[in-house]
């Protein structure tokens, strides 16, 4: 069994939207895997939407218990504090929730792309 996080833009689960920066995002699709099945999917508010405060997010992420964070975009910061947690982290996704999570469990996307947004606190990585 694997748990993965989505960051997206709404609570519309598997058929809502890929967000393009992590911590900002409004919710976040929890997903558990077995193999290639979805087992089960939790949406869940980003409590620090309105008031991103870097850091939070990695540790919210944590105490879920998942092993893999998707995101559009995220800072190296971030991205090293996920690591640090043995969080995986993909980024670079884009588009629907469903169709990017069936193509990570059908290994077809991993690792970190260069985030296209930029970030306040002065981590731009592009």
Do not use: W
Request: proline residues 6%.
């Amino acid at each position: 069994m694997k748990k993965i996080a989505l960051a997206c833009e709404d609570n519309q689960g598997v058929n809502g939207q890929i967000s393009q920066h992590f911590g900002r995002c409004p919710y976040y699709l929890i997903v558990d895997v077995e193999g290639y099945e979805i087992k089960k999917t939790d949406s869940v508010s980003n409590p620090y939407y309105n008031n991103h405060v870097p850091g939070m997010v990695p540790q919210f992420i944590n105490k879920r218990g998942v092993d893999v964070m998707i995101a559009g975009g995220m800072g190296p910061r971030a991205i090293d504090m996920f690591t640090n947690l043995g969080i995986e982290v993909v980024t670079g996704a884009i588009g629907n929730v469903g169709n990017v999570l069936q193509a990570y469990l059908r290994g077809e996307i991993s690792g970190v792309q260069p985030c296209q947004h930029d970030h306040p606190e002065g981590h731009n990585q592009r």
